[in-house]
T-cell receptor, first 109, second 111 residues
Framework: QKEVEQNSGPLSVPEGAIASLNCTYS??????FFWYRQYSGKSPELIMF????GDKEDGRFTAQLNKASQYVSLLIRDSQPSDSATYLC?????????FGQGTELSVKP | DAMVIQNPRYQVTQFGKPVTLSCSQT?????MYWYQQKSSQAPKLLFH???????NEADTPDNFQSRRPNTSFCFLDIRSPGLGDAAMYLC??????????FGPGTRLTVL
């Protein structure tokens, strides 16, 4: 079992829709969780982090964490073509990030 | 603006010819990381410095070495690059292992 799992996609949504990206992790002791956006050929960019159960909102982005289910998600509201990228879920274990394989999101105009 | 800088952005080397990649930061973060990322794969941690303490990942080949002469700079040395070492090399920084911020990366090509 992989430590951090994501659906590789591609996930295709129409412009203006909500994109939902999901991630599960295996280490119950994990305390902090991150979402990075990575455009093709570029480096990862931190867009959200969450430490507590529940929802955390920042603009069009909402991160959701459920530690009991070992599940973290990212919702992107009003998706734009510029949101088309690979989204990496990362879990902090002992100060090191364990990355999922990433979900490729495509937002169609 | 505070940032993580990597040089060069693109590096071409020959098989077996040593290469050094550099990373500098103005964030004054105490932890610096080097990752290798190949196409369509997640970043793979090679090693990191927590302050001056060097931490090598168990599966990082001996061909990869690192130096951190001061808080702001960190170098990745590849002693004898092979074709399989062609990748994007990412430097990242954090405060004591919290959120990590990545530099723009160096794309390494091995001929």
């Amino acid at each position: 079992q992989k430590e951090v799992e994501q659906n590789s996609g591609p996930l295709s949504v129409p412009e203006g829709a909500i994109a939902s990206l999901n991630c599960t992790y295996s280490d119950r002791g994990s305390q902090s969780f991150f979402w990075y956006r990575q455009y093709s050929g570029k480096s990862p960019e931190l867009i959200m982090f969450i430490y507590s159960n529940g929802d955390k909102e920042d603009g069009r982005f909402t991160a959701q964490l459920n530690k009991a289910s070992q599940y973290v998600s990212l919702l992107i509201r009003d998706s734009q073509p510029s949101d088309s990228a690979t989204y990496l879920c990362a879990v902090n274990q002992g100060g090191k990030l364990i990355f999922g394989q990433g979900t490729e999101l495509s937002v169609k105009p | 603006d505070a940032m993580v800088i990597q040089n060069p952005r693109y590096q071409v080397t020959q098989f077996g010819k040593p290469v050094t990649l550099s990373c500098s930061q103005t964030l004054n973060h105490n932890v610096m990381y080097w990752y290798q990322q190949k196409s369509s794969q997640a970043p793979k941690l090679l090693f990191h410095y927590y302050d001056k303490d060097f931490n090598n990942e168990a599966d990082t080949p001996d061909n990869f070495q690192s130096r951190r002469p001061n808080t702001s700079f960190c170098f990745l040395d590849i002693r004898s690059p092979g074709l399989g070492d062609a990748a994007m090399y990412l430097c990242a920084t954090s405060v004591s292992g919290n959120e990590q911020f990545f530099g723009p990366g160096t794309r390494l090509t091995v001929l």
